[in-house]
């Protein structure tokens, strides 16, 4: 029973607590099952001498490679995607899919992008250009078909859409809009960013991840004392000179607070009126600037700036600059922060920057670099981290309910353990990602000693024997007869022919009958009682759970029903008669086979014929009815040969709300998905006085959903869940719901519109009082 019940966590493993475990266990002597994720962990060689001194060890592997995710990062402006594997096999493509929010506020799949391994590698990277406002959406990337914690990473602050204060001097001329220094970096930041307009009295307690101070040279010690707070605790501060900055004496005998460099008087002039020089060009942005790759136009020149004093530490903060090597941008880290100058203006009074297409692609890399480096342990001491959201081991996401909080200090590590999963973790309006694969993480495929037996995690499919047990009893029975029938010698002559021509026929009909007896037996247990079916599809996992889903959902029905389900059956549409069956439960994968043309005819009779089928692709996770997710086109490939009506989201007043529950959503282990069914006639009219639709005739062939109804029913041969749903009391509501949903569909299914001719009763009763 114990056994039944354990499930993998997203955990770390910590062979050196189990070795000294079992050094606590003296003398005692037994066998080990080792179910190995199939990676090389450190102090897994103590381990297994300490259990080899208990007795022999049997590991149980898969020989298939681990796949994983890196986090997900920025680089030339596009989402670097990395996915690693364990073995350095053959060469293989998977699919990384973005998901995220629609304007609907529905998760689904928002992009998707392949990435290859080459032959002999564990590694590919792959870029995914995304317009900004839809990668603001994204809320994970996941590899298709893996469900894994390690295939899934989950994306935080650093991909969301940010909050950019604006600040001006309050004497700007307004009504010259192509002067105002704000205007160019309006409409560079707009399509990208969300503005904050006001003081910064106003913006600081909105807590925006980048201000803008355009011009501004003077600031009161209060509005002083705010940014460096704001700015230390990880936001991003960008100033830009102008003619008040110049003629100011901010930083110039000591290093401003508030600025990366200490500034020369008056600054430069080059290429006007009144100078001898001509303007001049940007030289290419070096590897460590946030700008490296960017292509510099070359019109972009530069006539007016102001200069930073040569100090011993400004050459490692310079990341843009002129062609004569003075510094254009610099920057320097401030706690959590940054402190960003441009040393020419906001406008185009000093340069033609804010003209070109460069400037958006600098702020823009600016903005999406707020918290480039990850925070250390000393950044973070003394805060505490709130969970929201974690991560299960099958890369399915959860809400954190009452999980306990955790300190700065080990979310810097990022080891994740039983305090710490997989998820999102939140503080003062900040979000960080705990990955279960991180930025260094590396796959490599666990080797064990020869001595050690290694066997895979195949589920052995059961063979009746019962057949061919009785046609070899009956054969043995036959060459019996035939022995004593030649030793006492009536077996001469023609009749020696004869009787082995005979034996020969018995044989032949031997198998027949068995074949004939395996065709009775089906048909004598799917009539005999009341039996759910499911369609195999080929995929031994996916039978195996549809065959424990409807196991489950038979013990509910056989508790809470009149109705008594036999045990499930799965069906072979090709070969097995289906009109034995009142429903079918038909789990979609990606690659199983689509059906012949007799198998098309033999379910379109079948659905004409009073039967149902419930399309379930599974996906609800990532998307709804529809999406084109592979289970999604795969269903709407099987689709294209039946005979299926008009379908519509199941209304309010359809009898599978009220068949046996009173229902409006039908979750299985996902939720949140619209179930389709047939749609109500053009001219169903509600009955006067009743809040239903006249629908007396009629009851759906087809089912249509993805949230995975098997995998919430499935129990095992003892009765326990074999997957969790949600967390916690949520989660066992939303199992419960799904149970009450297969109730309602198996009434619906064996009796129709009953229900719904209850609504007719008070009127039937008026006209038999009449």
């Known amino acids: 029973t114990r056994l039944?019940?354990?499930?993998?966590?997203?955990?770390?493993?910590?062979?050196?607590?189990?070795?000294?475990?079992?050094?606590?266990?003296?003398?005692?002597?037994?066998?080990?099952?080792?179910?190995?994720?199939?990676?090389?962990?450190?102090?897994?060689?103590?381990?297994?001498?300490?259990?080899?001194d208990k007795g022999a060890v049997t590991v149980m592997q898969s020989p298939r490679p681990v796949l994983g995710l890196k986090p997900v990062q920025i680089k030339d402006g596009a989402l670097q995607i990395t996915a690693v594997r364990s073995a350095k096999a053959d060469a293989a493509t998977v699919t990384v899919a973005a998901i995220g929010l629609d304007p609907a506020g529905v998760e689904r799949e928002l992009a998707r992008v392949e990435a290859t391994f080459e032959a002999g590698a564990d590694t590919t990277e792959v870029a995914l250009s995304l317009p900004p406002e839809l990668?603001?959406?994204?809320?994970?990337?996941?590899?298709?078909?893996?469900?894994?914690?390690?295939?899934?990473?989950?994306?935080?602050?650093?991909?969301?859409?940010?909050?950019?204060?604006?600040?001006?001097?309050?004497?700007?001329?307004?009504?010259?809009?192509?002067?105002?220094?704000?205007?160019?970096?309006?409409?560079?930041?707009?399509?990208?960013?969300?503005?904050?307009?006001?003081?910064?009295?106003?913006?600081?307690p909105a807590n925006?991840?980048?201000?803008?101070?355009?011009?501004?040279?003077?600031?009161?010690?209060?509005?002083?004392?705010?940014?460096?707070?704001?700015?230390?605790?990880?936001?991003?501060?960008?100033?830009?000179a102008g003619i008040r900055m110049a003629a100011s004496d901010l930083s110039r005998r000591e290093e401003d607070v508030l600025m990366p460099v200490r500034l020369r008087a008056g600054g430069r002039t080059v290429g006007g009126a009144m100078s001898w020089g001509e303007p001049k060009a940007l030289q290419p942005f070096p590897?460590?600037?946030p700008?490296?790759?960017l292509q510099i136009p070359d019109d972009v020149t530069v006539t007016s700036q102001v200069l930073a004093q040569p100090d011993p530490n400004l050459a490692g903060r310079v990341i843009a600059a002129l062609a004569d090597g003075t510094p254009l941008v610099t920057r320097k880290e401030m706690g959590l922060g940054q402190v960003v100058l441009f040393h020419v203006t906001a406008n185009a009074e000093w340069s033609s920057l804010p003209l070109s297409g460069l400037f958006v692609q600098m702020l823009e890399r600016l903005a999406?670099?707020?918290?480039?480096?990850?925070?250390?342990?000393?950044?973070?001491?003394?805060?505490?981290?709130?969970?929201?959201?974690?991560l299960d081991a099958f890369g399915q996401l959860a809400d954190a309910d009452a999980m306990a909080g955790v300190k700065g200090e080990d979310l810097a590590v990022g080891v994740v353990n039983a305090t710490m999963p997989p998820g999102l973790y939140e503080s003062d309006e900040q979000r960080v990602a705990v990955n279960a694969v991180g930025a260094e993480t590396t796959l490599e495929t666990a080797t064990w000693p020869a001595r050690i037996a290694v066997e895979g995690l195949n589920v052995a499919r059961e063979t009746l024997l019962k057949g061919a047990f009785l046609a070899a009893a009956l054969g043995l029975l036959m060459l019996d007869i035939l022995a004593s029938l030649w030793l006492s010698g009536r077996l001469t002559g023609p009749r020696s022919g004869v009787a082995a021509m005979l034996a020969l026929g018995l044989l032949a009909f031997g198998d027949h009958a068995q074949a004939q007896q395996v065709d009775d037996e089906f048909a004598i247990n799917a009539t005999a009682e009341v039996v759910l079916a499911h369609v195999l599809t080929g995929d031994t996992q996916v039978d195996d759970i549809a065959q424990a889903g409807l196991l489950g959902l038979s013990d509910v029905l056989f508790r809470r029903t009149s109705i008594e389900p036999a045990n499930p059956i799965g069906v072979n549409i090709e070969t097995d008669e289906l009109s034995f069956f009142p429903l079918l439960y038909w789990p979609i994968t990606a690659n199983q086979k689509m059906p012949?043309?007799?198998?098309?005819?033999?379910?379109?009779?079948?659905?004409?014929?009073?039967?149902?089928?419930?399309?379930?692709?599974?996906?609800?996770?990532?998307?709804?009815?529809?999406s084109q997710t592979p289970e999604g086109r795969k269903l709407q490939q099987l689709a294209?040969?039946?005979?299926?009506?008009?379908?519509?989201?199941?209304?309010?007043?359809?009898?599978?709300?009220?068949?046996?529950?009173?229902?409006?959503?039908?979750?299985g282990r996902f939720t949140g998905r619209d179930v389709w069914v047939e749609a109500a006639p053009p001219d169903a009219e509600k009955v006067e006085g009743m809040p239903f639709r006249n629908l007396n005739d009629g009851v759906t062939p087809v089912v249509i959903g993805g949230n995975d109804w098997a995998a919430a029913w499935a129990v095992d041969n003892v009765g326990n869940y074999m997957f969790r749903v949600g967390r916690g009391y949520t989660g066992e509501r939303q199992r419960e719901i799904a149970y009450r949903f297969g109730v309602n569909l198996m009434m619906y299914v064996l009796t129709g519109n009953y229900k719904s001719d209850q609504v007719h009763v008070p009127a039937l009763l008026e006209r038999l009082g009449q």
């Open 4 to 52: 039944g019940g354990l499930e993998p966590k997203p955990w770390e493993p910590n062979p050196e607590a189990v070795a000294e475990w079992l050094d606590g266990l003296g003398d005692t002597s037994f066998e080990t099952f080792w179910m190995s994720d199939g990676l090389a962990r450190e102090g897994r060689e103590k381990l297994l001498a300490a259990l080899e």
């Open 135 to 204: 990668r603001n959406r994204i809320s994970r990337f996941t590899i298709q078909g893996v469900h894994s914690a390690g295939a899934v990473t989950l994306a935080d602050d650093g991909l969301r859409r940010r909050e950019v204060a604006l600040i001006a001097p309050h004497n700007t001329q307004e009504g010259l809009q192509l002067l105002s220094p704000l205007h160019y970096l309006k409409q560079a930041l707009e399509p990208t960013a969300d503005l904050i307009k006001g003081g910064l009295e106003d913006v600081l």
């Open 208 to 240: 925006p991840d980048v201000i803008i101070l355009a011009d501004v040279a003077k600031l009161t010690e209060d509005q002083k004392a705010g940014l460096v707070e704001w700015v230390e605790k990880g936001g991003l501060l960008v100033r830009f």
């Open 287 to 289: 590897e460590n600037s």
């Open 291 to 293: 700008f490296y790759g």
């Open 368 to 390: 999406i670099s707020t918290r480039q480096i990850a925070p250390s342990a000393e950044d973070l001491e003394g805060t505490t981290w709130a969970p929201v959201r974690v």
């Open 596 to 626: 012949s043309k007799e198998a098309y005819a033999k379910l379109n009779r079948y659905l004409r014929t009073g039967g149902m089928i419930l399309f379930d692709t599974r996906d609800g996770d990532i998307a709804g009815f529809g």
């Open 640 to 667: 294209l040969g039946l005979d299926i009506p008009p379908l519509e989201p199941v209304p309010q007043d359809h009898v599978l709300t009220r068949s046996f529950y009173l229902l409006q959503d039908f979750p």
